[in-house]
């Protein structure tokens, strides 16, 4: 396999639309968690996933983007301020169905990633994929395989997102740096 297929592999596995609802699956199904949670957290984050998949799908078909990747700055713009309040939809949701309010801080924290990656674009295109990688990782601590395989995804991910050249080193690392910084405060929240 050459060196860009890998990477776009990476990238592909690593994405926020695959990767969230895998870590939310595992998070939800851990030890000590309600058996609803997997259902109503897995269905939210699938959702959410899929109406934004449609979303980008019907931005392209319409010819307002040119791509579903969303790489042009008024594209991407676009795209996070719907994945915001998607997120902040889904946190409103979780929180009406009766779910602990740490539960509905995971979308939550979400949203303010994206809104303060919106808030940055003037500076800097922020690398999602590598941040949600991160905030990933910190959904299924404690347990640690789990912790570290996404940590060393999240690591091939940002590696990805150079090779593409969809980055620069600095969007990468402070994606990276977003996404702990996030998931950290999401442990904080459910401790």
Not at 117 to 131: F, I, M, P
Not at 137 to 154: D, N
Not at 176 to 191: M, Q, V, Y
Request: charge should be positive.
């Amino acid at each position: 396999m050459s060196l860009i297929a890998t990477a776009r592999a990476l990238s592909i596995v690593g994405h926020p639309a695959v990767l969230m609802p895998v870590a939310v699956a595992a998070a939800a199904s851990g030890p000590g968690a309600p058996p609803q949670l997997l259902r109503v957290a897995l269905g939210t984050a699938v959702a959410v996933a899929v109406i934004v998949g449609l979303y980008s799908l019907w931005q392209v078909h319409r010819g307002r983007w040119a791509h579903v990747d969303a790489s042009h700055p008024a594209e991407r713009s676009q795209l996070n301020l719907v994945l915001a309040g998607l997120l902040c939809a889904a946190a409103g949701l979780l929180w009406a169905l009766g779910q602990p309010p740490a539960v509905a801080a995971g979308p939550l924290l979400a949203a303010l990633l994206v809104l303060l990656t919106h808030a940055l674009r003037r500076w800097l295109k922020v690398s999602l994929h590598a941040a949600f990688a991160l905030f990933a990782a910190a959904l299924v601590w404690p347990h640690l395989p789990g912790t570290l395989a996404i940590g060393a995804l999240a690591l091939g991910v940002a590696w990805s997102r150079l090779v593409l050249r969809r980055h620069t080193l600095a969007e990468v690392l402070t994606g990276l740096w977003l996404g702990a910084a996030f998931g950290a405060a999401l442990r904080l929240s459910l401790a």
